[in-house]
Each structure stands twice: as C-alpha cells, then as structure tokens.
C-alpha cells in the first residue's frame, strides 16, 4: 500500500512546519505539499492529488470556509479535516465547516508546554482520522472486545417495550449525523434524549445552540442537576461525563471529571450505563458514526438491563468504529441507514405507550 498523501493548508508557517513534522513521523503518511492559503490549495490539488487535506479556518485571500465550499464543487468526496482554535469563534467556525461538508476536525495546540508535546498532542488527534478517511492504507486492526451473546429480556407476551428515554453516542461525523436524527423527531417527541458526542468544551456549547435552532425539540448543553423531562435533548458538556441520577421522584443529570474512558471525557459507556441503571429495560440507545470503541461497554450494560441497541450501518457511517464495535458484540437489535434512525426511534417511542393504553382501556 502507498502512503497517505496529505496536503496542509494553513498560512502560519510555523503551524505548517508543526503539522509537516508530526505527520512526517508515521511511516503511512507523507505531507506532499503545503499551501499558505485556499487559493493556493486549490491549485496545487490537481498538481498534486492528495488523498485528504488539513484546513485552517483563518487564512488570508481565501479562508478556510470559502476554501471548502469551492472544494466541495470540484471535489466532493476529497476528505478534509479542518484546523480549528479551542476558542468561541472557532466552535462557531467549525460547526458551520462540518454542515458545508468538512469530514471532521481537530484543534490546535494549546497552552501544552513545549513543541514536543504539541507534536504529540497532533499525532495523537490527527494521524488516527487520516487513516480512518483513508481506508486504502492498512492501518494496525484495534482491540476488540470478547464477544456477548445476544441476551432478550423477558417481557409479558404481547406487550411491546415501553420506552422512557433514549440514549444517543457519536463521534467523528457525530454532528451531521445527530442534525439529521433530531431534526426528523416530533415536536411532542414524548421521552428524554440524552446525548454524548465526542467534543470539546466551548464546541458541545455551540453544537446544543445549533440543533436547538434546527429541531423542533428543546435541545441543552447540560448542567449539573438538570431536570430530565419528556421532549427535551442534554448533551453532555465538553471535559465532563455526564450520568443521571434519580432524587425524589425526579431524574437529574450529574456531571463530573472522573478519568476518561475509551481516552473519552465524555465517555459514550458512561452515559449508557448511568441510563440503564435508571430505565433498566425501558431505555432505547442508539450508537452513530464514530472512531474507536466508545459505546460497546456500555451497550453490553443496556443489554444485560433488558434494554435495546440500535446502531448506524456502515454505508451510512463517516466512520464505523463504534456503531462496529458494538455490531461485533452481537448485541445491537436494529442496523439501520441514518435516514431511516429517526422514525424508529419515533415508532419505538410511541408503540409501548399504546399497547399499554390500549390494555389499560379493556381493564
């Protein structure tokens, strides 16, 4: 297999030298070329066929949103990764990048100490999304977790699943991917979604703001002690787990800072066991596009509770490391395209309450 040809587009000639370097370093990468700005970029991708470019936001001439949407007309499958500062401006500027089809992002160095540790943090959060964009080279296959056979719950003959909340995981392509779920769902949606997406602080802020605008659903970065209420959406805040707790007779979220899991912080396995400890086999989890293994714990937990898994299916999926994951387990209940999640979660939501109405209406 070749090398994974990359193209860095960034006009700070340091940040191109940290990014050249870095990538460098892996023997499945070579930086073929660099350009200062989109309009450079633009010319050079012909000249040089790159397998994915890195993208700054900023940039003089022609930045990096001006420089995607004209990308996206010439090349419409080339993936581009954008280059984003962990700042409010950046959040807003990344959020508008992935809905004009950027395939993911990752942020700059910050306030880390010493170019030796910016390196790393760079190989670390970059090098592993070019070889998932990158499928042709064969990257080191991951761990996976021993298989759990298929457990069904047992439930009284006839009387569908009732389900009291669902529960939603997703990384890399996560944002689009929970736009096109959330906004399909129903204004009188008639349960509590419970969100985690791998992002960080300031971004979790401004991905809750966006799907609030575009869905008809109350959609909340959450906080601590929220309550948790039929019809409204909490995301998980970037940095902190995010768990429910019953007090009372109500359900409040919990968020904490305990050590990452799956190197998550939040933690897909952490919410899901968290929600299955409270609705036992009354919670509906769905798993989406995403890198790694986040979610399938945590779906084992669901399942051991008698609850239900559905996952997104690989032709569907920017990257089918999670929703894979847990389809390796033999646990998931439903692989569904994303464009059909939706409306399962909506038939879901809705058929256990009328079977149950429709028996308590004889008695």
Not at 270 to 297: H, K, W
Request: charged share 20%; with cysteine; proline share 8%.
């Amino acid at each position: 297999m070749r090398k994974i040809r990359v193209l860095v587009v960034d006009d700070s000639t340091v940040i191109r030298r940290l990014l050249s370097d870095s990538l460098a370093a892996d023997p499945q990468i070579e930086v073929c070329g660099i350009a200062a700005n989109g309009k450079i970029a633009l010319a050079k991708i012909p000249q040089l066929n790159p397998d994915i470019l890195t993208l700054d936001m900023e940039m003089p001439e022609m930045d990096g949103i001006t420089t995607l949407v004209e990308l996206r007309k010439l090349y419409p499958k080339l993936p581009v990764i954008m280059f984003s500062t962990l700042t409010q401006r950046g959040a807003v500027a990344t959020m508008d990048a992935l809905a004009k089809g950027a395939n993911d992002y990752v942020t700059k160095p910050a306030n880390v100490g010493s170019v030796t540790a910016a390196m790393q943090q760079v190989r670390d959060e970059l090098v592993p999304r070019i070889k998932a964009f990158c499928p042709h080279v064969a990257a080191a296959p991951a761990a996976t977790a021993p298989s759990l056979p298929r457990r069904t719950p047992s439930r009284p003959v006839g009387l569908p699943a009732r389900v009291d909340a669902v529960a939603i995981g997703s990384s890399t392509g996560g944002p689009n991917a929970l736009q096109t779920v959330l906004t399909q769902l129903s204004a009188d949606f008639p349960v509590p979604v419970l969100i985690v997406q791998h992002m960080p602080p300031v971004f979790t802020k401004h991905l809750a703001d966006r799907l609030n605008h575009l869905s008809a659903l109350s959609v909340f970065e959450a906080s601590p002690g929220d309550t948790i209420q039929p019809g409204g959406v909490w995301i998980a805040p970037g940095d902190f787990h995010m768990r429910i707790q019953r007090v009372g007779t109500e359900i409040k979220t919990k968020l904490d800072q305990e050590t990452p899991e799956n190197s998550c912080r939040p933690a897909v396995d952490v919410l899901f066991r968290s929600a299955s400890e409270i609705y036992g086999p009354n919670l509906l989890t769905v798993v989406l596009t995403g890198m790694g293994q986040d979610g399938a714990r945590g779906s084992e937990a669901v399942c051991q509770a008698g609850g239900k898994v559905i996952i997104q299916d690989q032709a569907t999926s920017v990257v089918w490391g999670m929703p894979g994951a847990v389809s390796r387990l033999g646990i998931e209940d439903a692989t569904l395209p994303l464009e059909r999640i939706a409306a399962e979660i909506q038939r879901r939501s809705a058929l256990g309450r009328t079977a149950i109405g429709r028996q308590m209406a004889c008695q």
